[in-house]
């Protein structure tokens, strides 16, 4: 995207306008209380974190959109200097709490930057979303998306969060006996809190600043900050380590953690070989055979029984961010001519268009046949008053065979014409001094 127009959760001077998908740290990096390089638009949920999160911003820089609305931007063409009209929609990423993807249309192209983004099947918001993005695209082609690469990669299968939910429900239920820590962002998985509280019948602990967040979501009833009122706790995932589980269970009373997440499925990065499969993974993280010709890709879904990192900790795979089967269907949805990767820290990076080109426009089998025979049409009609490589080299070929046939015969009508001088007694001079060789060892004149 031209950056002198319009900057995505990115934070430098330049562009006339920005953009904020969310509000996790991740896509805020350089904005500040001090911000005042322009305008900064943001969904109405994360401008009213906004100042919770940088206490003395300038709130007349908020522009808030409406999710599922056509906007238009007047900006200034950085090429020509002329007025120009960026349009623009956001669309519900189903990330966390006031999350967006952002579809772009003007001189640049069409362009969409989805941020952080879950769009899994039996979502019923997700499937609104879906049908509202094919809406707004329509009949445009996509040029570029700008996708969240979390996990594009095939060693990623894990449930949705409604079954991932239901395994931490069951964990917690079955230690009735214990104090349970679960570790969270200071944004996101609130639905998760809430499926909990509402499935145990319990109140759960959060600390203060998370508290605000939940009486915004409405969901006052189901959170406290009471500890002597509930078991369990969530608490800010930097507190959540192995050293405070063991001093609880030492000192307090049994206490388990349980970790919410994708990443903690990785044992280690994968080798770089060509097959990712072969890397060195935990036993609920499935292998899937891919290869990078493949366009079809069959998640496992089995979620299998709760797996432990520690004696005092669980660890199940309740994702925010889009699994690779689900990056696929995203991907079939848009049919963008080009992908370009958001993230570039995830612990097994690959590129996008590395497992995901043949699903882009122009990049599939029988379009890039296609296109290569369009090209050799070209090429024959661009070099049609030229002789084609294969019969020039047919005819040096030619040509050389002749000219030694005539090298050959005149040797030969020399020999005899010397034999005919010896009978008549003529003198002969040596004649092997004027004989010499090609490059080829054949004897010419």
């Known amino acids: 995207m031209d950056e002198a127009l319009i900057s995505v959760d990115r934070w430098v001077k330049g562009s006339q306008a920005y953009f904020l998908t969310h509000l996790h740290a991740d896509h805020t990096k350089g904005l500040s209380s001090m911000w005042s390089h322009g305008p900064l638009y ?15 911003f300038d709130l007349s820089l908020l522009h808030v959109f409406e999710i599922g609305t056509w906007q238009t931007l007047n ?23 006031g999350s967006v993807m952002l579809l772009f249309r003007g001189e640049f192209g069409c362009m969409l930057y989805t941020g952080d983004f879950r769009w899994e099947v039996g979502c019923e918001r997700a499937a609104k979303a879906k049908e509202m993005l094919a809406g707004a695209i329509k009949d445009d082609k996509v040029d570029v998306v700008y ?7 095939p060693i990623y299968d894990f449930p949705n969060r409604q079954v991932a939910a239901q395994q931490i429900i069951d964990i917690i239920a079955s230690h009735p006996d214990h104090d349970v820590i679960i570790g969270i962002n200071t944004l996101g998985k609130e639905d998760l809190l809430v499926q909990i509280s509402e499935a145990l019948k319990i109140k759960i602990w959060v600390w203060p600043e998370r508290m605000w967040t939940m ?3 409405g969901f006052y009833d189901n959170f406290t900050i009471n500890t002597s ?13 192995v050293e405070t589980l063991e001093e609880l269970n030492r000192i307090k009373c049994p206490t388990i953690g349980i970790m919410p997440s994708g990443l903690p499925w990785v044992k280690k990065s994968p080798p770089k070989t060509k097959s990712i499969s072969r890397a060195h993974l935990t036993a609920r993280c499935k292998k899937a055979e891919w290869s990078e010709d493949d366009d079809e890709y069959e998640p496992m879904g089995d979620i299998g029984p709760p797996e432990k990192l520690h004696k005092y900790i669980f660890t199940v795979p309740y994702s925010d961010h889009s699994n690779f089967a689900e990056i696929m269907d995203f991907v079939k949805l848009i049919r963008p001519k080009n992908l370009k990767g958001i993230v570039s820290s995830s612990s097994c990076y690959i590129e996008p268009m590395y497992y995901l080109r043949l699903l ?16 050799k049409a070209r090429a024959t009609v661009a ?3 030229k002789k084609p490589s294969g019969s020039y080299n047919a005819e040096l070929v030619r040509k050389r065979s002749m000219t030694l046939k005539a090298r050959l ?16 007694g003529a003198k002969i001079p040596d004649i092997s001094a004027d004989l010499k060789t090609d490059s080829d060892g054949n004897q010419v004149e």
């Open 147 to 153: 996708l969240d690469n979390t996990y594009c990669n």
């Open 409 to 424: 015969k005149r040797i030969r009508l020399s020999k005899h014409s010397i034999l005919r001088k010896v009978r008549k």
């Open 383 to 385: 070099g049609s008053n």
């Open 215 to 217: 009486d915004l979501l």
């Open 75 to 97: 900006l200034i063409s950085r090429s020509s200097g002329a007025p120009t009209a960026v349009e623009f929609i956001a669309i519900d990423a189903c990330h966390c709490p």
């Open 42 to 56: 943001c969904s109405s949920f994360t401008a009213d974190l906004i100042p919770l999160k940088f206490s003395d």
């Open 360 to 375: 882009c426009q122009g990049n599939r089998p029988s379009e890039v046949l296609n296109s290569k025979l369009k090209r």
């Open 229 to 241: 009122i509930t078991r369990v706790r969530a608490v800010p995932q930097y507190s959540f380590n």
